[in-house]
């Protein structure tokens, strides 16, 4: 069964970190590029950061860049992504997406909540 199980979410206090890993089963994840979105209560799944897996390049969205790194380690076939800086407005539940040209596959989410 290929697969992708997201990790690490928790309640953190405002300005804690975090460190959310994508294990991925049944697929090779160094073939993948890999996204982490999130969706706060009641809204919308944003994109949050992402990593090509040829060229390497990686993208941040804006309230997030300089707080988060998003890094990859395929010999585990896991990605990550360190948050720091926490705050309130980061709680969302978030999920890593791996995506080739053919398809792509999600996990089931991880809870993050930011107290104030």
């Known amino acids: 069964q290929m697969q992708l199980v997201e990790s690490g979410g928790g309640l953190v206090q405002a300005g804690g970190s975090l460190r959310l890993s994508c294990a991925a089963s049944g697929l090779r994840l160094a073939n993948y590029a890999i996204g982490w979105f999130r969706q706060p209560p009641g809204k919308e799944r944003e994109g949050v950061s992402s990593?090509?897996?040829?060229?390497?390049?990686?993208w941040y969205t804006d309230s997030v860049k300089g707080r988060f790194t998003i890094s990859r380690d395929n010999a585990k076939n896991t990605a990550y992504l360190q948050m720091n800086s926490l705050k309130p407005e980061d709680t969302a539940v978030y999920y890593c997406?791996?995506?080739?040209?053919?398809?792509?596959?999600w996990g089931q989410g991880t809870q993050v909540t930011v107290s104030s």
């Open positions: 990593i090509g897996n040829s060229d390497g390049k990686i």
């Open positions: 997406n791996a995506q080739l040209a053919v398809g792509s596959y």
